[in-house]
């Protein structure tokens, strides 16, 4: 318990310093090492800005390529190329913008970076604006000729196939040129929301029944949540979301802002409705969510038996929410240091083979990971795709069970990121998000089953008795159960359960 206890050091440093209040760590007392190192990006914030000035002479010669692409097969690659070219610039740019900007969302400096870079993006399409049309405007039959034609068109194949799977829903140059510009408006909410409850938002300061006094921003919150003493979860899910509360006018006007920009690409692209807009792009028909969403309704009754147990076992009449995320055995109540979850992870993934463990130690060694929360930083978890460098993970590791598994998955996030820019072409290298979250949930999965392992092992050494907490606490997290079943499958749009 020592070695997990000792993690507590780095977590409540300025408690020290301020008299037993447990203030929220500055990210300059973050240690290096638990900071992602984006000199992998940029040297400096000078080098990107030299950068964001050629990426931004770059933008009006695209223009060059407008009324080209009908011509010949190699007319149509060299604008397809052009264009692909400056997002794989764009996306370094804007990733390392992000990034800086995650870190501690309350410095304007790198917001203005990212905005600035967001503000490329928008230029950058609504300078190519005219390509779909004219790639639409061509038809299939002559699109095949050229590919046979030139061969340097056959990796923008896949591509090319969407762009015409789109026709129903595309516009005309000057149509899509608007529609595009108009990203910087229906981004709005979303900004607005991230900039709010990261870096505005006055969280409140709840005293604990050990005495201690917390400051409950996010990272806070998930860590006091699964707090072993039942009252100190009221406490804290009442005053968390109390907070929340106050402010409901405020992020409620945020949601409908969201909402709108929906509907609005809904119109303006003749989609039948937001649901449909939202699955085109991954070419997933409606049916498979609504399937999805009834399939998790018809098997409510298992989830409602984990509940009951959960109750019976934590000694409960009746569960609150609250509960969910408590210990099941308070002996499994184990804190990780980041060191204890990579060792745990690195071993659950063996089964993937040696060079996969390798190059997921690799991005542990090498700092592709941010690890420890900070006031101000970003708030959950993320796993983003730099194709040609690396990817990179935001981590806001709080030394619970829960933040093992969140390491797990958003490893698997980022070895599928690094094994598709090994083996694809950039225009291919991203992935939908029904696809993406199958190796995320399998490094899920090995890890808990390598619990399960180790406890039975320990059992039969131990002569029949289980000692190891580790599996125990896993089992005993109602986090995954949240999250997965409930919140994303809850409907934002329309009325009874139907998006529109």
């Known amino acids: ?216 921003d996010a990272q806070a919150y998930t860590l006091y949540r699964a707090s072993s003493n039942r009252s100190d979860r009221k406490k804290v899910f009442r005053a968390f979301w109390a907070e929340y509360k106050r402010f409901e006018t405020t992020l409620g006007t945020t949601l409908n802002s969201l909402v709108n920009a929906h509907i609005f690409n809904k119109n303006v692209h003749k989609f039948d409705s937001c649901l449909e807009a939202a699955l085109f792009q991954a070419n997933v028909p409606a049916a498979v969510y609504r399937r999805l969403i009834a399939d998790v309704n018809e098997n409510l009754p298992t989830l409602h038996r984990y509940i009951k147990l959960r109750a019976r076992i934590l000694g409960l009449k009746r569960i609150g929410y609250e509960d969910l995320y408590s210990p099941l055995v308070k002996e499994a109540d184990l804190v990780y240091t980041p060191e204890k979850a990579r060792e745990l992870v690195l071993k659950a993934v063996a089964p993937l083979g040696a060079q996969y463990a390798a190059d997921l130690k690799k991005s542990y060694d090498e700092r592709w990971v941010d690890f420890m929360p900070s006031t101000g930083k970003q708030s959950g978890a993320y796993s983003t795709a730099v194709y040609g460098v690396h990817p990179y993970q935001l981590q806001n590791f709080t030394g619970s069970y829960e933040e093992v598994s969140t390491l797990a998955h958003e490893s698997g996030h980022s070895m599928h990121s690094l094994l598709s820019s090994r083996n694809q072409p950039y225009v291919t290298s991203d992935y939908e998000i029904f696809v993406a979250e199958v190796a995320s949930t399998l490094n899920e999965d090995l890890l808990l089953r390598y619990l399960l392992a180790q406890a039975r092992d320990k059992a039969v050494a131990d002569g029949g008795r289980v000692g190891a907490a580790d599996p125990c606490q896993a089992l005993g997290c109602g986090a995954g159960v949240d999250s997965g079943l409930w919140r994303r499958g809850r409907p934002v749009h329309g009325q009874a359960g139907r998006l529109s």
């Open 1 to 216: 318990m020592k070695e997990y206890r000792s993690f507590f050091c780095l977590m409540l440093l300025s408690a020290a310093l301020c008299g037993g209040r447990a203030a929220a760590v500055e990210r300059a007392e973050v240690p290096e090492k638990y900071k992602w190192n984006t000199a992998d990006l940029y040297p400096d914030d000078a080098a990107w800005e030299k950068d964001k000035e050629a990426i931004s002479a770059r933008i009006p010669r695209l223009a060059s390529y407008q009324g080209k692409p009908g011509l010949s097969g190699r007319d149509l690659f060299a604008a397809i190329d052009a264009k692909m070219s400056l997002l794989q610039a764009l996306n370094r740019l804007q990733v390392y913008a992000s990034m800086c900007s995650d870190g501690d969302t309350r410095v304007s400096r790198t917001w203005q970076m990212s905005q600035a870079a967001t503000d490329l993006g928008t230029k950058t399409a609504s300078a190519t604006a005219y390509l779909e049309p004219e790639v639409i405007a061509l038809g299939k039959e002559k699109i095949d000729a050229y590919i046979a034609a030139e061969p340097r068109l056959v990796p923008y194949t896949a591509w090319l196939a969407r762009v015409l799977r789109y026709a129903p829903h595309t516009l005309g140059a000057a149509e899509e040129q608007v529609a595009a510009q108009a990203g910087l408006l229906t981004g709005a909410a979303d900004n607005v929301y991230s900039a709010f409850t990261n870096s505005d938002m006055p969280y409140p300061y709840v005293r604990l029944s050990g005495g201690k006094e917390v400051r409950l």
